[in-house]
């Protein structure tokens, strides 16, 4: 069977070209600072601002390359005055997604772009491949501004590159914008080279020369392809050179919808995940982990016996379980149900949902803005369950530890983080780790931790050989990462006409922002604003994650002084007498971070104040919106969605709102709540109420690169944000979650699914420089459906998802041994498990 | 060890394996064919929906003893032989044509579990309906694919009809 060639192989063995030395500059406008600071200052220092600054280096091809770090910071204007104006959050001027692009100016190296001689042209990218198609945007880049087919454009993922420290990460939505100019700079520096080259062939000037589909064309028409070119192109020593972009008018490929790269390889099942690599000593290995969460073992009672079962060659006992290698995952799955390990209890253990809650609710600080005369206050509070990221590709990593050296392939975000970690945990040197990263099956904020990768690493160091390391689906759940408990408590002053102030207590369970992303919101966001919590705290997380919630939550509406504040709750409260220490929940920054819930509470108490002040909930948002932006999107969903129009009892509309990662969006949906659907069965599935119409409005930035691509993310946003509001949750019962499956956690199926959804990108936004899709779509639509549901029952939730008080309708899948074998009845048994019935379904 | 037979992808093929081994397993790890995902491992997320003698089934909850020397399965990668000419199959271009894929790792199972939907509503000489795609695509995609998902599973139905008959 053919296999393509492995991203993570091919970045290994890919000539990555030499650093520039103190090469000469080819440009009469590069200044002797520019190597540091050219492309982070376009208008400042360069005498033409559409120049930018960039290197040929000495290759057999020509290689050009290109400083990282942006040109693209954007300051955002405040919201304009309104009614009663409200006090310009700090999200207003400085969002996270400019954080992390301030975070890529100082310490930026090069990234390539190399011309090979079949003509094919190759870049190494330092982001990460995890579904949001960002291969597919960087490849368009290169292929406008070089003017060649996107197809002889080959993008692959570098190695960590340690030398590019925060510069080699993928969140926030930040992936093309960090990366939309210092690619295209590396491109045309490489394509003005070819020409150069075929004007000294020809003996012609350059200016009389044009490149057109991967070939120089001169004006007899003769031609010669960039494959022909790339040796001659090629330089023998490192040149600083500048060069022009093409101008935005030009664009034929930006900003036009454009299919994936890796379709083809993903719908004839080439395209290869960390697992698929081809590496015949990598055997399967598992890891049976402790009943509840963060145990630790004891002792293994019966390794002997278990080694010497079909197909086992190791077991050996690791920081988080007792791993086992056998020639077949199979294989590893029946040694773990025959271990007999003895297990410490965790440092949560005996926690359970109902108990979490009350230390979040008791945690909240007092409100601190009183009532003024001729006011009413009004109260809400709303609660979020545990969540998981849930990739469909669990936990992965191929490990191959020798005494002085390792070498990991996996999906990482930080692989950067991802080589240190390693490297101290198997008391190596960083630079004896090579870790070659994979695109992965999906992140929603996992692969922001390496769970796998130092699992594989200290599997293979402790057995002597390599692994092939994988998560079973019911560790993810129980062991994995995700969104915890979250409690958010809202109270406005009103007078029935004016809301005359806002005030939002945000409480939630220890969010882990790890190494690496939280190390660099410190770095940068204290730098920019003295008065922020982290830079008065230096080091302290709470202060880190006050900071990341101050630079993501954003009130859309007027309503006078409003304050949103962030309290976590980690370690043990006085009132709950518990002993529990609350860092130890295994988080991360779930897809959107806090704003899912902040939005749904936001947006469910918007609903409610409008309904107590007998307002339309839709007119209600448009009077208050901030700016004219949210009055936009807020005017154009529901003139999309036609808001108010008849429908049946039992069927409403909801709205919900957001800004964040520069782009204002508004998702209208459309629920049905009637008996009949939302008792409807499907065998052994949630149903519950059923979405059946979304409209979803976005404000675009500038230079969206590939429109289809942010319809498909903002469409997968809406799937979660579904998930979120109906289905999507983690029971915590003795310390431990009790889903084990996707049938338990119930993340949306094509029986939830609406069969009407309406993507509608606005025109572009020239204030907005850059933005990304990633995330927003999920917020506003959790939002809306809750929203929905609240007005078709006459009765808004207070808990979120709205199943996840309604029993728990699945057979709980027993935590020792800790993960479910698999059936044997799988002939007989299709599509629905065998266990499934209509009993089993239970529906809030 | 046992050793067991039967045809993947129309090739023969014989592996030396224990009885109970599922056949997620002797196809990923002890064949190589590595289109079908694991996403479970219980029959439950579908991302390793394959064909048996021409229908779908999920190899993650089916022992290899349960294979016979007659047996054919076709994963995703022999998916388009089973199609006439030389092309993807209907379902595989109707997915290109979608642009359905995100993060890719479920859409072998999806597009295996899509094209036995729809042999079986052709078989009752019906259209597929959104109710057919409600109660029988249970895999999942995190990633939220879904709507496209359906436009491209309307898209392949149409297409297969073009087919001759066992395609
Ligand atoms: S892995 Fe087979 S159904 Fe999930
Ligand atoms: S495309 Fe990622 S799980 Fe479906």
Not at chain 1, 312 to 336: E, H, L, S
Not at chain 1, 622 to 649: M, T
Request: aromatic residues 6%.
């Amino acid at each position: 069977m053919a296999k393509h060639s492995a991203n993570a192989r091919h970045a290994r063995d890919g000539n990555r070209p030499n650093k520039p030395g103190a090469g000469d500059t080819d440009s009469t406008s590069a200044g002797s600072e520019g190597f540091a600071g050219g492309l982070a200052s376009v208008g400042g220092h360069l005498a033409d601002r559409r120049r930018f600054l960039g290197y040929l280096l000495a290759a057999p091809t020509v290689v050009a390359a290109a400083q990282l770090g942006g040109s693209l910071l954007g300051s955002q204007s405040a919201g304009a005055a309104q009614p009663v104006p409200s006090n310009p959050q700090v999200a207003d001027n400085y969002d996270l997604s400019d954080a992390i692009y301030d975070a890529a100016k100082p310490t930026s190296d090069l990234i390539t772009v190399q011309v090979h001689s079949d003509g094919t042209v190759s870049h190494e990218m330092v982001r990460t491949e995890v579904g949001q198609g960002v291969q597919t945007a960087i490849a368009m880049l290169i292929a406008e501004e070089m003017d060649i087919p996107i197809e002889k454009v080959n993008v692959t993922h570098a190695p960590a590159r340690p030398e590019l420290v925060w510069n080699q990460l993928t969140g926030g939505s930040t992936a093309i914008g960090s990366q939309f100019t210092p690619v295209r700079v590396a491109a045309a520096i490489a394509k003005g080279r070819l020409l150069d080259a075929a004007a000294a062939k020809w003996d012609l000037a350059k200016s009389e020369l044009t490149a057109h589909a991967g070939r120089v064309l001169r004006p007899s028409g003769q031609a010669l392809s960039f494959g022909e070119l790339a040796e001659a192109a090629a330089v023998t020593e490192n040149k600083k050179v500048s060069t022009e972009l093409k101008p935005d008018s030009d664009f034929k490929v930006i900003g036009k919808p454009q299919r994936r790269v890796d379709a083809m390889d993903i719908v004839t099942g080439q395209k290869e995940f960390a697992t698929d690599m081809e590496m015949p000593d990598a055997l399967p290995t598992m890891v049976c982990r402790p009943p509840t969460i963060n145990g630790t073992v004891k002792s293994v009672n019966n390794a002997d016996e278990v080694q010497n079962m079909p197909g086992v060659t190791d077991v050996a006992t690791i920081t988080t379980g007792v791993a086992v290698r056998a020639k077949t995952f199979g294989q590893c799955v029946d040694a773990i149900h025959a271990l007999d390990v003895s297990w410490n209890g965790g440092p949560v253990e005996g926690t359970s949902d109902t108990s979490i809650e009350k230390e979040l609710k008791d945690a909240h600080p007092p409100w601190v803005i009183p009532g003024t005369p001729g006011t009413k206050a009004f109260e809400r509070e709303y609660t979020f369950a545990f969540t998981n990221n849930a990739p469909l590709e669990p936990a992965t990593a191929i490990a191959d530890v020798k005494e002085d050296s390792a070498e990991i392939w996996a999906a990482a975000k930080l692989p950067i983080t991802a080589q240190g970690e390693i490297a101290s945990l198997l008391g190596l040197p960083a630079t004896a780790v090579t870790f070659n990263v994979v695109g992965s099956g999906g992140s929603f904020g996992r692969r922001l931790f390496n769970d796998g990768p130092l699992d594989a690493a200290e599997a293979s160091q402790k057995m002597g050989k390599p692994v092939r390391l994988m998560w079973h689906r019911a560790d993810e759940y129980r062991h994995g990462r995700g969104r915890p408990m979250q409690v958010s408590k809202i109270r406005a002053f009103h007078d029935g006409e004016v809301v005359h102030s806002l005030e939002n207590r945000y409480t939630s369970v220890f969010t882990d922002f790890g190494h690496g992303f939280g190390d660099l919101m410190a770095q940068y966001y204290t730098s920019v604003n003295p008065d922020t919590p982290l830079a008065t705290n230096p080091g302290s997380a709470l202060a880190l994650s006050q900071t990341i919630f101050e630079l993501t939550a954003v009130w859309p509406y007027s309503m006078g002084p409003t304050k949103q504040l962030l309290m976590e709750v980690r370690q043990p409260t006085e009132s709950t007498g518990t002993e529990h220490n609350l860092t130890t929940f295994n988080t991360t920054a779930m897809r959107q971070v806090y704003n899912p819930n902040v939005v749904a509470a936001q947006e469910l108490f918007v609903d409610e104040l409008a309904n107590e002040m007998g307002r339309d909930r839709y007119e209600f948002r448009r009077e208050f919106a901030k700016d004219d932006k949210f009055r936009e999107v807020i005017e154009k969903v529901a003139e999309a969605g036609n808001w108010g129009r008849s429908l049946p009892d039992g069927v409403a509309q909801g709205i919900g709102v957001h800004e964040e990662y520069k782009q204002h969006a508004a998702c209208l949906v459309e629920v049905d709540c009637r008996p009949e659907t939302v008792n409807r069965k499907i065998p052994g599935g949630t149903t519950g109420p059923r979405v059946l119409r979304v409209v979803f409005v976005s404000t675009v930035a500038r230079h969206l690169v590939n429109p289809l691509g942010a319809e498909a993310q903002l469409q997968g946003g809406i799937m979660d944000g579904i998930s979120l509001a109906q289905t999507n949750s983690l029971h915590l019962k003795d310390g431990a979650f009790l889903e084990g499956s996707y049938d338990d956690f119930r993340y949306t199926r094509q029986w939830n699914v609406p069969t009407d959804v309406q993507v509608i990108l606005l025109p572009e936004d020239s204030e907005a420089e850059v933005g990304g899709f990633g995330e927003v779509g999920v917020a506003p639509t959790c939002a809306a459906v809750a929203c929905a549901i609240g007005a078709a029952r006459g009765s808004y939730p207070n808990y979120l998802p709205i199943s996840h008080n309604a029993g728990i309708p699945f057979e709980v899948k027993p935590h020792d041994p800790p993960i479910p074998q698999s059936p044997t009845n799988g002939l007989e048994h299709y599509p629905a498990p065998a266990k499934a019935s209509e009993e089993t379904s239970l529906n809030p | 060890m046992p050793e067991h037979s039967f045809t993947v992808n129309g090739r023969q093929v014989t592996v030396d394996i224990e009885d109970d081994v599922r056949m997620l397993w002797v196809l990923r790890d002890v064949l190589g064919v590595t289109g079908p995902k694991y996403g479970c491992g219980i029959n439950v997320c579908k991302a390793c929906t394959s064909h048996y003698n021409g229908r779908a089934f999920n190899p993650c909850s089916v022992p290899v003893s349960k294979i016979g020397p007659d047996d054919e399965i076709t994963t995703i990668e022999g998916l388009a032989d089973t199609a006439p000419g030389e092309d993807l199959h209907p379902m595989q271009e109707a997915w290109l044509e979608h642009d359905v894929a995100q993060c890719g790792y479920c859409q072998p199972g999806q597009i295996m579990a899509a094209v036995d939907l729809v042999k079986k509503v052709h078989a009752e000489g019906r259209d597929l309906t959104d109710a057919d795609i409600d109660t029988n695509m249970r895999n999942v995609c995190r990633c939220g694919t879904y709507y496209r998902i359906r436009q491209a599973m309307k898209d392949g139905a149409e297409r297969m009809k073009g087919m001759k008959k066992g395609g």
